[in-house]
Nanobody, 119 residues
Framework: QVQVAESGGGSVQAGGSLRLSCAATGRSIRTDAVGWWRQAPGKEREFVAS???YYIDSVKDRFTISRDNAKNTVYLQMNSLKPEDTAVYYC?????????????????WGHGTQVTVSS
């Protein structure tokens, strides 16, 4: 059984940093594309970044994805956080051949981790 779990969320002030972790069990994600998504209150879930090094414009130069294959984990380093980054952050494994921008093309999702950025 494949499971994905996020961790590392928390509350920080604007300008602060957090590193989110996405750990997978039951499947090696060494060659998988892993995406980070977020959902703010009252808004739809939106794509944030992919381990294929795609980022939405609002996080470029602030967020960085990396992976540790030995730990079967993907990270999202978030720097210079802004209040508008406040959301529940999810990681998910993309299916082969899918689009990194389509949530329907992700086959395994975590339960999310809350990130709150105060001004």
């Amino acid at each position: 059984q494949v499971q994905v779990a996020e961790s590392g969320g928390g509350s920080v002030q604007a300008g602060g940093s957090l590193r989110l972790s996405c750990a997978a069990t039951g499947r090696s994600i060494r060659t998988d594309a892993v995406g980070w998504w977020r959902q703010a209150p009252g808004k739809e879930r939106e794509f944030v970044a992919s381990s294929r090094q795609y980022y939405i414009d609002s996080v470029k130069d602030r967020f960085t994805i990396s992976r540790d294959n030995a730990k079967n984990t993907v990270y999202l380093q978030m720097n210079s956080l802004k209040p508008e980054d406040t959301a529940v952050y999810y990681c998910a494994i993309q299916r082969w051949g899918g689009s990194y921008l389509k949530s329907a093309d992700y086959i395994y999702w975590g339960h999310g981790t809350q990130v709150t950025v105060s001004s």
